[in-house]
């Protein structure tokens, strides 16, 4: 199964990881650490091989690929050695990604992101196209009528107001041509009703939202510890430090509100009741793609006996999400070949605020995608 993978925000540093990363395991120059869709319990012929993907995406900085992944290279997010083993293909890559294109109106822009998906799908010879939004966090926008219904929503794009933010606009344009869609960031995306019904309307899935890569990764797996174990969570704080472009960006309130938010969502589910404390993200421009998550917990066992514990987690976060926006790419696209429309809450697992969850805890997440691996056509194990 040829499939495209249309990174929105391409030469970011999270596309830029992904690109590099795949680039190296279709060339068997690294090992595939990281990418669960590579293990034992979820590894399937039902998945388009890596070798069978082909990358691409918009971007609105002109800065080329190559510079990028020489300077995550500089910066020890990817080894120097793969950049310069694979300097032409990035090259050939960097010309799959376009500027962002912009019309008087937003149906008008949407007319043209949907052509440039278009003409991806037919240059390639694609069987399926997965839209990626790893572009910049954006800030929650005011709700508007046209966000509940389809018509009201088309007839407003014509409009000289714009009534999407960009990633639901991205998202808007993937289902008007059939492709699928996974916001890997707490931007809006797809969660809007009347998206939902332009995704059922094109019979397309979408999954979302928010990569879970650290220290909210630690909490769906540490919460339910507590849970099981009739623990009592009073307080739960965290403070993140981190740095480059996701870190500057969520410096600003707004954006910086989205990402919390999602962040301390994962408690409130899993406990069963919302422990004090918040998460805070602070931006050190030091450590670039390299976080320091601390986190505070305090908590009450028989007889209400005090204790407390903390961590600390410093992962690089391009390395993390990467692999799993291959991931992402893949399982979306065999869902979408196995028919599937609408949201994709199996997907879960990878998601800190996963659309319509039955579960949040890690391995709850994890039965349910293996599961659904198992059933696709083909996928059986
Ligand atoms: N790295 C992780 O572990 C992780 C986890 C969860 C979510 N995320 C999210 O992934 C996103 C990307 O993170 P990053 O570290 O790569 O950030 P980044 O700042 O390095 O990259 C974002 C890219 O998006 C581009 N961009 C901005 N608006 C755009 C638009 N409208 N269309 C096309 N391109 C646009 C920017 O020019 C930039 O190149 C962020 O929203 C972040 O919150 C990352």
Known sequence: MRTGVWLIGARGSVAATSIVGWLALRAGLAEPTGCVT???????????????????GHEITETPLLKKAEALA??????????????????????????????????????????????????????????VNVSTTEPAPAPLPAHADLAALEEALAGPDPVLPPSSLA??????????????????????????????????????????????????VLAPMFALRNLRVRTWSGINLLGGGDGANLAEPAA????????????????????????????????GDFKTAWDLITFSGFL?????????????????????????????AAAHAAGRHGP??????????????TAHSLDEQWRILADFVGSLPGGEH
């Open 38 to 56: 590579e293990l034992p319990g979820l590894r399937s012929p039902a998945l388009p091989a890596l070798g069978e993907l082909v990358l691409g």
């Open 74 to 131: 500089a910066a020890g997010v990817v080894p120097a050695r793969l950049v310069d083993a694979l300097h032409d293909e990035l090259v050939t890559v960097d010309g799959d990604v376009r500027p962002l294109p912009a019309a008087d109106t937003q149906a008008g822009t949407a007319a043209l992101i949907a052509a440039d998906l278009a003409d991806f799908r037919s240059r390639h010879a694609l069987d399926e196209v997965v839209v």
């Open 171 to 220: 998202a808007y344009a993937a289902f008007t041509v059939g492709c699928s869609y996974v916001d890997f960031t707490p931007s809006t995306g797809a969660r809007l009703p009347a998206l939902h019904e332009l995704a059922v309307r094109h019979g397309v899935p979408y999954a979302g939202h928010d990569g879970k890569t650290g220290e909210t990764l630690v909490k769906s």
């Open 256 to 287: 910086n509100a989205a990402k919390t938010a999602s962040k301390q969502r994962v408690l409130g589910e899993t406990l069963g009741y919302q422990p004090q404390g918040t998460t805070r993200i602070e931006y050190v421009d030091d450590i």
């Open 304 to 332: 209400g006996t005090a204790m407390r514990m903390e961590f600390t987690w410093h992962g690089c976060d391009s390395a993390l999400a990467a692999p799993l926006v291959l991931d992402l790419a893949r399982l979306t």
């Open 344 to 357: 994709l809450p199996e997907l879960g697992f990878f998601f800190k605020d996963p659309i319509d969850a």
